[in-house]
């Protein structure tokens, strides 16, 4: 079989972001090394605080290339006191202009039990979190984080400042067909949960009347219905299986629910994403395409915890996992990735090892985790 070969940009980031991303990249070398036939070639660049301070900016237009260049991006996360809200130059600016230069505006950003034991971690009951799975399909790259906006200060109205939530039908149509079809994967097909604000906003009264026509006049065979998104807030936590299936939803209300839907199985620490310029290709499928994309934890940089050797990999690991499967194909190996994470996690099932970072109650440190969890992925690997 010829060698395939990749090229993954990899962006560490600030605070917890290097610590996390460490022990991706000795997943996907694990990977890389466990078969003759796989090469991984992985390249670190600067982005957010670390790139302001080295260069004035937060994303230098020799990291935007290379990105634009790999097959997929691994990235940790950025941000941080040291350049705050009122910085000129802010971490956050260079992770959205990232996302937009790359028009990956679907985020899939999955919340379900990495293993059953994380039952005991979730602070809900346990018979109101047990068999939730949802995933978060978030609109990436439009509303309110990219409309226009006037800061306090700025003439005219010096006393006011402003920001637009803009959402044409081409961005919710293309959102919409990307649920549909992740939706269709699965068997029986999920239902999907829209999430809007109709009975106040313009912007959502358009995406309530699109995702409703995208869905009857495409894939009228999927099961659609509308929440608003202060009662789907409360939903999530009183009864959130209610929810199982995919809850779609614009940019800002997906950020704000997804990091609440990790309350479920326990922690922000927890959660991947895969954010994507088109829908992933279904792996079955003999037309399987693979997709560049954008892969990182939900989570932020963790100023509170950053250095400390404590925080928890797994959402970054399981993002390695998802970047293995939509971005080069290697579905094998991705199984394998997931199927360590359980392991590591898992207290009950043979080989498990009952592992906790200290977001779950343990004091298993971050490079422990990411010591076990390659240990047991070099077995699953040669099997
Ligand atoms: N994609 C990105 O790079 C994101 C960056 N940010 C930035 O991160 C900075 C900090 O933001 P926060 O609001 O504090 O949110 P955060 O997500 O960094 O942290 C929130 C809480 O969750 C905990 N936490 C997060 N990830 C964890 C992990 N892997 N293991 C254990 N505990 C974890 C933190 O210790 C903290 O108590 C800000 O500058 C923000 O703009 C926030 C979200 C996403
Ligand atoms: C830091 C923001 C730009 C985004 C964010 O919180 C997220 O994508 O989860
Ligand atoms: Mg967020």
């Known amino acids: 079989m010829a060698q395939k070969s990749f090229r993954i940009t990899v962006l560490p980031g600030d605070g917890i972001g290097p610590e996390v991303v460490d022990q991706a990249i000795r997943v996907l070398q694990t990977v890389s090394d466990a078969s003759q036939d796989i090469d991984l070639r992985l390249e670190t660049h600067l982005f957010g605080g670390c790139a302001i301070d080295a260069t004035g900016e937060a994303l230098p237009a020799s990291t935007l290339a290379a990105c634009k260049e790999a097959d997929a991006i691994l990235m940790g996360s950025i941000g941080g006191p040291k350049w705050g809200v009122d910085s000129k130059v802010r971490p956050e600016q260079g992770l959205l202009q990232l996302r937009k230069e790359l028009g990956v505006y679907a985020n899939i950003r999955p919340a379900k039990f990495a293993s059953d034991s994380l039952l005991e971690n979730t602070p809900l009951k346990s018979h109101v979190a047990k068999g939730v799975d949802i995933i978060v399909i978030r609109e990436l790259i439009g509303g309110i984080y990219f409309g226009k906006r006037k800061e306090l200060g700025v003439a005219p109205d010096e006393d006011i400042a402003w920001d637009t939530m803009p959402y044409s039908i081409h961005e919710v149509q293309r959102i919409t067909r990307v649920a549909a079809q992740i939706a269709l994967v699965a068997d029986p097909p999920l239902e999907i949960h829209s999430i809007d604000k109709a009975n106040v906003l313009a912007s959502s009264r358009l995406w309530r009347k699109v995702v409703t026509e995208t869905i009857q006049n495409e894939f009228s065979q999927l ?95 399981l993002s390695a996992a998802m970047l293995l499967r939509y971005s080069l194909g290697l579905d094998k190996q991705a199984t394998d990735v997931e199927t360590a994470v359980r392991k590591v996690l898992d207290d009950t099932e043979a080989g498990g090892h009952g592992l906790r970072t200290a977001d779950l109650g343990g004091k298993t440190s971050t490079k422990e985790m990411g010591d076990k969890i390659v240990e047991v992925l070099q077995g699953l690997l040669k099997a």
């Open 223 to 317: 099961k659609l219905d509308h929440h608003l998104v202060d009662s789907a807030a409360m939903v999530m936590v009183a009864n959130p299986r209610k929810l199982n299936g995919i809850v779609l939803t614009e940019n800002l209300f997906g950020d704000i629910l997804s990091d609440q839907s990790s309350v479920i199985p326990g922690s922000l620490g927890l959660l991947p994403s895969a954010s994507l310029a088109s829908a992933p290709s279904v792996l079955s499928s003999p037309n399987f395409k693979p997709v560049s994309g954008l892969y990182e934890p939900i989570h932020g940089s963790a100023p509170d915890i950053a250095g400390k050797d404590i925080a928890n990999p797994i959402g970054t690991i």
